[in-house]
């Protein structure tokens, strides 16, 4: 049986914010280095950019934990909830609840969020959110590992 991973609150938070960027991440178990790359399969990147970073994610890979971004809906059930459990100001709620109504609901959440006083609150919850959800794929990680899977 392997030792179970456990990673310091400076590295969940490194790997949330490129989580947040849109990267994927691959903690490297022997080196505890985080690897960060954009999705080759989401974004239209220029690999020549990216290729040593590629390789090194590619030869490491199978000592490595994956933490995949977040799919759009899963994104918008980010902002849902910000909405609905962290705005009191019932206008602005109204507000953020119309622009995710309407069509390009990222867009307009960012333009109502950014002119208010609920700014900052916004990227404190969505940090801790993907903080949270990187140390739920690390329990994951290590049932997975405690039952041979």
Known sequence: MK????????VIKDIAQD???GMNCWYHIPTAKVLSAP?????????????DT????????HECIAFECLETH????????????????????ERLFIALD?????RHFKDVIDNSD??????????QWYMEY????????NEKDEEGN
């Open 118 to 127: 609920f700014r900052l609150a916004w990227f404190d919850f969505r940090t």
């Open 3 to 10: 030792e179970k991973i456990i990673l310091s609150r400076d």
């Open 39 to 51: 999705d080759r399969m989401k974004h239209d990147i220029e690999d020549e950019l990216w290729e």
């Open 134 to 141: 990187v140390q739920t794929e690390l329990n994951w990680y």
């Open 54 to 61: 590629f390789n090194e994610i590619d030869e490491k890979m």
């Open 19 to 21: 989580l947040e960027a």
């Open 74 to 93: 899963e994104e918008f059930r980010i902002m849902q909830s910000f909405a609905e459990n962290e705005v009191y100001d019932k206008r602005l709620q």
């Open 102 to 106: 309407n069509s390009k609901p990222f």
